[in-house]
T-cell receptor
Framework: DGGITQSPKYLFRKEGQNVTLSCEQN?????MYWYRQDPGQGLRLIYY???????QKGDIAEGYSVSREKKESFPLTVTSAQKNPTAFYLC?????????????FGQGTRLTVV | GDSVTQMEGPVTLSEEAFLTINCTYT??????LFWYVQYPGEGLQLLLK?????DKGSNKGFEATYRKETTSFHLEKGSVQVSDSAVYFC???????????FGTGTSLTVIP
């Protein structure tokens, strides 16, 4: 079955550590996205990528980094520079450049700083 | 810039009540419009979509009509069930740049 897989589902990080969240899709989508969701709030865009080896900052990119070396994969690194990383992180993908296409979401990774 | 505005929650309804969640948008051109649903601890799932003016999206008893004259895409269901308890997000996509714009979400709780 085609879809998006995020791992791990739960992640605990000590202060000062970098952690990487995995996102893999087998939908053959060009565009991929990372969103952050805080309790009771909407989705905020961290980074997005429309094509391999290219990505753009979203609204809250500070303290995060990404790479897009393969079409299927778009990992997100939460660096120690991110002062408040505890949140629910969602990865999504879509067909690039098509108006009527929806975004497909993974199941999310809940990151907690301990 | 493009944006989506949803009615504030939370919304609490009794089972079999009528549901309306308001959504209005600001966008140039003719965006596609979507409703997503999120159950606790999970990602977002597409509930329904409409891609042009006057289109009606429908799924699982939910409906929404793309009204360009009022820039709205209100979600409705005639008789809600306890299993409909979730957070609902309205979203738009203009296609160019492929960015999606989401509302802040509306939490719905249905009580027996």
């Amino acid at each position: 079955d085609g879809g998006i897989t995020q791992s791990p589902k739960y992640l605990f990080r000590k202060e000062g550590q970098n952690v990487t969240l995995s996102c893999e899709q087998n939908l053959n989508h060009d565009a991929m996205y990372w969103y952050r969701q805080d309790p009771g709030q909407g989705l905020r865009l961290i980074y997005y990528s429309q094509i391999v080896n290219d990505f753009q900052k979203g609204d809250i990119a500070e303290g995060y980094s990404v790479s897009r070396e393969k079409k299927e994969s778009f990992p997100l690194t939460v660096t120690s520079a991110q002062k408040n990383p505890t949140a629910f992180y969602l990865c999504a993908s879509s067909i690039e450049g098509r108006l009527n296409t929806e975004a497909f979401f993974g199941q999310g990774t809940r990151l907690t700083v301990v | 810039g493009d944006s989506v505005t949803q009615m504030e929650g939370p919304v609490t309804l009794s089972e079999e009540a009528f549901l309306t969640i308001n959504c209005t948008y600001t966008a140039t051109g003719y965006p596609s419009l979507f409703w997503y649903v999120q159950y606790p601890g999970e990602g977002l799932q597409l509930l329904l979509k409409a891609t042009k003016a006057d289109d009606k999206g429908s799924n699982k008893g939910f409906e929404a009509t793309y009204r360009k004259e009022t820039t709205s895409f209100h979600l409705e269901k005639g008789s809600v069930q306890v299993s409909d308890s979730a957070v609902y997000f309205c979203a738009l996509n203009r296609g160019t740049g492929n960015q999606f714009y989401f509302g802040t979400g509306t939490s719905l709780t249905v009580i027996p």
